[in-house]
């Protein structure tokens, strides 16, 4: 850890706040010298407040203890790097435009790595009318299935949870052509390009 760059951060951010160092004290239970230390450097804040002081301040634990926050530059928010998490313990799905600290019943969520698939383990895409079908054979019990299917392109992403001991069968409507993706509970995120 550098306390520099921490002490630089946690300064930073309680100025974008508006707070004095005694109030940023008085709301994580410190005195104002102990602020002061942290911000010059010479000290870090205790475990134990980490939690309120990353509240308090609106920041993420791991940016407070890199001492730099995470700007996104590289990503910029763009659609086709929309990153899905899915919480193991509830099957939660959360997405993001650019990488994120995200968490779920707990537990700290990793972006997961959409597989490319090809030939017999596709997805069927059939355009009707002003839709894609999209259907598959894939097993559909409570402890194997397909939770999700998901329909992006370059600004656009149409969602569609699917249920357990249900045929694999949905309609996405025809925006054009783009990545289908879909999530298995036990083989993890694929997609193919429609």
């Not at 005694?22 to 994580?28: I, P, Q, R, S």
């Not at 894609?132 to 569609?160: C, Q």
């Not at 999530?183 to 193919?192: A, D, I, K, R, V």
């Amino acid at each position: 850890m550098d306390q520099v760059k921490i002490g630089a951060l946690i300064r930073t951010l309680r100025t974008q706040k508006g707070l004095t160092q005694k109030e940023l004290a008085g709301a994580v239970g410190v005195g104002d010298k102990a602020v002061s230390k942290w911000e010059r450097g010479l000290g870090c804040p205790d475990v134990s407040l980490l939690p309120e002081l990353s509240r308090v301040l609106g920041v993420g634990l791991e940016a407070l203890l890199s001492g730099q926050l995470d700007a996104n530059d590289q990503e910029r928010g763009n659609m086709k790097r929309l990153k899905f998490y899915v919480c193991p313990a509830c099957g939660n799905l959360i997405t993001a435009a650019a990488e994120a600290g995200v968490s779920c019943c707990g537990r700290t969520l990793l972006p997961l790595e959409a597989k490319k698939v090809e030939g017999e383990e596709r997805l069927s895409a059939e355009k009707i009318d002003d839709s894609w079908f999209i259907s598959s054979s894939h097993p559909m019990t409570k402890e194997h299935y397909v939770s999700f299917v998901a329909l992006l392109n370059g600004d656009t992403l149409f969602f569609r949870r699917i249920y357990p001991e249900w045929d694999l069968q949905t309609r996405i409507p025809c925006f054009g052509h783009g990545i289908l993706l879909w999530y298995c509970t036990q083989h993890g995120l694929f997609q193919q390009t429609i």
